[in-house]
């Protein structure tokens, strides 16, 4: 059975502190990999991954992905409250459907 | 550009009552997606829509849950009778393409049912 786990459930940390979200997939003939971000509200799309070891960057987010070892990360390096949200990680095989993780809720203080 | 819409936003109903929920794609969009997200757990894909074609649906209690897109814009998703258990958040996403390994989603801002 296809399925995505996420660590940690749940994470505390000061403005500032850099964070590392992690994600492994079990998804059969895998294709790609997608992070959002779950305010109290719509997930939003932050990156989508295929290839291994090629680095998404966007501002203060970046994420990564590992076939071989069938994972990913999201860093967030200098956290800001405006970064407190839930991060869903989800992947898919040759197929439309997302197999979705549970989320890590991240904290961040001022 | 207008994102996904939906409505209601908050809905709460006796259990063995009739609700349903409406969502409007981003314009163009071809495939239409209704997920289920329980409190502390990701998105789980009820129905899938490409155009006016339920293309998977294989994960919708169909005794109780009923979809539709007619004209392959806009749908609704039903519920009869609710259940206790049904309460959570159903989420709507859309998509430009046709179904494939790439596409990205977009997502609607839910709506929030609470069954008592």
């Known amino acids: 059975e296809d399925k995505v786990v996420q660590s940690p459930l749940s994470l505390v940390v000061h403005e500032g502190d850099t964070v590392t979200l992690n994600c492994s997939y079990e998804?059969?003939?895998?294709?790609?990999l997608l992070w959002y971000k779950q305010e109290k509200k719509a997930p939003t799309f932050l990156f989508m991954l295929?290839?291994?070891?090629i680095e998404k960057k966007s501002g203060r987010l970046s994420s990564i992905l590992d076939k071989k070892e069938l994972f990913s990360i999201l860093n967030i390096t200098a956290t800001q409250t405006g970064d407190s949200a839930v991060y869903l990680c989800?992947?898919?095989?040759?197929?439309?459907?997302?197999?979705f993780g549970t989320g890590t809720r991240l904290q961040v203080f001022p | 550009e207008a994102g996904v819409v939906q409505s209601p936003r908050y809905k709460i109903i006796e259990k063995k009552q009739p609700v349903a929920f409406w969502c409007n794609p981003i314009?163009?969009?071809?495939?239409l997606y209704w997920y289920l997200q329980n409190l502390g757990q990701g998105p789980e894909l009820l129905i899938r829509?490409?155009?006016?074609?339920?293309?998977?649906d294989s994960q919708l209690p169909k005794d109780r849950f009923s979809a539709e897109r007619l004209k392959g814009v806009d749908s609704t998703l039903k519920i009869q009778p609710a259940e206790l258990g049904d309460s959570a958040v159903y989420l709507c996403?859309?998509?430009?393409?046709?179904?494939?390994?790439?596409?990205?989603?977009?997502f609607g801002p839910g709506t929030r049912l609470t069954v008592l």
């Open positions: 989800s992947s898919r095989g040759n197929t439309d459907k997302l197999i």
């Open positions: 295929t290839s291994s070891g």
């Open positions: 996403a859309s998509s430009a393409y046709l179904a494939g390994p790439y596409n990205e989603q977009f």
């Open positions: 829509y490409e155009n006016e074609e339920a293309v998977d």
């Open positions: 314009s163009g969009h071809n495939t």
């Open positions: 998804v059969t003939n895998f294709r790609s």
